[in-house]
């Protein structure tokens, strides 16, 4: 059990538009990991410039990257929860500020954010741990408008996912900790179905366009991960949340803005001001912490005062306008820094099958001792001393024994043991003995044979030909022998066709994945449309300062007409995608099955060489092999080939026409 305060870190966004880059934004020389701002405070009278000075864990400058950040920040909160503790990481600040960014990334390899990288890290590390077994499951929480919602709930995939379509989670506490009613836990067994279940949740969760954010988070989300550890000896559960919370933003920004936006602002701002309130409630010891208040803070109860390890993301603007709410998230990273949490690993439990196989192996073991010592004090030759009639009674046990005709010694004093391994060494001297004679009667045999083999060969060949065998100038390397033996073997044309057939597909199944993205590209850019015509409805039909004449009607009737039609060319991109997807997938199965046979065929041909190569080695030695076939007249003026391999093709092999 150990004790240990929250750590924040603080990571700086830079400013898109360089005229508005607040320059009082710097790390303090003296220290790291202090956050220094020069800023004019809003509330002076003298105009003073107000130094404000912040101390961070870590501070992430505006040229960070997002590896640095999953390394140093979440890489040890994933090893301590796969050790078997609870651990949360969540991101606060304003409205635009990077907290999206670097909770989940933008889509692409270069730029994942921590939810994606952990979810390759921890698959990774599952597959190299082989000492324990690990079942991962994964769960999608939303809190919008301070109600909470299942982003995993199992709707039809060809439906477009609505907030009203989403199944309401109930939040309870039970005393002891914070239990979520109707939220569904999802098992993720690979890393495709933890990708398919991640990003599934993130195209339903609740965006919109803001003054200072075109893609602002307008709920707080929730990604856990659910870890069951079993080993030989016990089995843990943990878990790691990974909080995105909304940003927050001013509520006279929004004057111009439609109503919906004014109350998830309103929503949003209320929440993060409850999480203020039980953070200094929490650093003052009160009696009463307002955790009840606001669904964020019910399920943040665990993560602050309960058995986890927590950690906090402070995203900072240094955008001029945004100074004041820059400020404002240092200032409650300093309160949040000062909660201390108390962590030991969750309770272990052993299943009734794991406490049978120890008591069974522990009884093995009490049986052996017991039998070991019962024999020392009562069998013959417990002594010391083995009589004739017992030594050719333990002769016989092990020669049985040896032979195969026995499966067990039955001896059990320490004498009549040494004395079975005495005989033992005996038979396997004679045994070695009596091979290694035959193998050098066999090696004999080969060499004798071979020098009869040369002995005709020599005879039989011209004078001028073993001239040039002597010096070497018409031999012939296995590479070149090899080659010319592809030629002539039966396989080679199939071999030449299939490596073809697989080039082909991969070129068609890289053509496959290039038409599968567009159309994906194309249904999200269809899905952007659908939402905004569904925004401008609600507008219309919400909007209690328009009249209902007949043109609003008409625009409401067009409205709603664009909706249905733009569900029908959804609907057929999915249809499309799909179609995409399964012959993309058969084209892969295709090249997997090529392949397999590619690599049979090739062991098929390497095998035979090998058969010709020794047994040609065999007959002829070292001098040049006679042909396998009679060699075909060669016409007048044709270079002769090898006078060896004159019977096979071309040296290198050729592509079959």
């Known amino acids: 059990m150990t004790e240990e305060s929250i750590k924040v870190y603080a990571r700086v966004r830079p400013c898109m538009d360089p005229n508005n880059d607040f320059p009082g934004v710097a790390i303090d020389e003296l220290d790291p990991c202090k956050l220094r701002i020069d800023y004019d405070s ?164 609740e965006k919109a366009a803001t003054v200072n954010n075109k893609y602002s988070s307008r709920s707080h989300t929730i990604f856990t991960m659910y870890f069951k550890t079993s080993d030989e000896t016990s089995v843990t559960n943990s878990r790691i949340n990974f909080v995105d919370l909304a940003g927050s933003e001013k509520y006279e920004s929004l004057s111009n803005d439609i109503n919906k936006r004014k109350l998830e602002a309103r929503h949003i701002n209320k929440s993060l001001h409850t999480l203020q309130n039980v953070i200094i409630g929490l650093n003052n010891k009160q009696k009463h912490i307002p955790f009840r208040d606001s ?224 159309i994906a590209v194309t249904k999200l850019k269809r899905e952007d449309k659908l939402n905004i015509i569904r925004e401008t409805i609600k507008t219309l039909e919400a909007d209690q300062s328009l009249e209902k004449d007949e043109a609003t009607m008409k625009a409401i009737e067009e409205a709603k007409k664009a909706e249905a039609a733009m569900i029908e060319r959804i609907k057929g991109t999915t249809e499309d995608l799909q179609a995409a997807q399964d012959e993309l997938k058969s084209c892969k199965e295709d090249i997997v099955a090529l392949s397999n046979e590619f690599k049979k065929t090739s062991g098929i041909i390497q095998r035979d060489f090998e058969k010709f190569w020794m047994s040609t080695i065999l007959r002829h030695g070292k001098a040049p092999i006679q042909p396998m076939t009679p060699i075909p007249t060669q016409k007048k003026g044709k270079k002769k080939g090898h006078p060896v391999y004159s019977t096979l093709r071309p040296v290198s092999p050729r592509k079959p026409l």
Not at 366 to 380: E, G, Q
Request: hydrophobic share 35%.
């Open 42 to 205: 809003i509330t002076s009278t003298n105009g003073a410039q107000n130094q404000h000075l912040f101390k961070f864990d870590n501070i992430f400058w505006k040229d960070s990257l997002q590896e640095d950040v999953f390394s140093i920040i979440a890489l040890p909160l994933i090893d301590h929860t796969m050790e078997g503790f609870n651990s949360t990481l969540f991101a606060y600040g304003q409205t635009g500020s990077g907290k999206t960014f670097t909770i989940t990334g933008d889509g692409t390899p270069n730029c994942m954010g921590i939810v994606p990288r952990a979810l390759k890290y921890v698959y990774d590390k599952i597959s190299n741990d082989q000492s324990r077994t690990f079942k991962v499951s994964i769960s999608y929480l939303e809190i919008y408008n301070n109600v909470a919602y299942d982003l995993l709930t199992q709707i039809s995939s060809n439906q477009v996912m609505k907030l009203d379509d989403l199944t309401k989670v109930t939040i309870a506490d039970t005393g002891t900790e914070t239990v979520f009613k109707d939220l569904s836990v999802e098992p993720a067994p690979t890393i495709d179905e933890a990708h398919r279940l991640f990003w599934a949740g993130e195209c339903v969760r």
């Open 295 to 518: 669904a964020l803070t019910r399920f943040l109860k665990d993560s602050l005062v309960g058995n986890v390890k927590t950690a906090m993301i402070a995203t900072i603007s240094t955008n001029k306008s945004h100074m004041p709410e820059s400020i404002s998230t240092c200032r409650f990273s300093e309160s949040v820094a000062a909660v201390t949490t108390v962590t030991r690993v969750n309770q272990t439990e052993m299943t009734p099958q794991e406490i049978i196989q120890k008591l069974r192996e522990e009884v093995t073991r009490l049986r052996s001792d017991l039998s070991r010592i019962a024999y020392t004090n009562s069998v013959p030759g417990a002594s010391g001393f083995i009589s004739p009639a017992e030594g050719n009674e333990l002769q016989q046990q092990v020669t049985e024994f040896v032979e195969d005709r026995s499966d067990e010694l039955n001896v059990f004093a320490p004498p009549q043991v040494q004395y079975c391994f005495q005989q033992m060494k005996e038979l396997i001297r004679k045994g070695n003995s009596s091979a290694l004679k035959v193998s050098q009667l066999q090696q004999t045999l080969v060499e004798n044979q071979r020098n009869v083999q040369n002995l005709v060969f020599w005879i039989k060949t011209p004078q001028q030909q073993q001239q040039k065998s002597r010096t070497g100038d018409d031999a012939i390397s296995k590479e070149e022998a090899y080659v010319e033996f592809c030629n002539s073997h039966e396989k080679w044309v199939t071999q030449v066709r299939m490596k073809d057939l697989i080039s082909e597909r991969c070129n068609h199944g890289k053509k496959l994945n290039k038409k599968a993205k567009h």
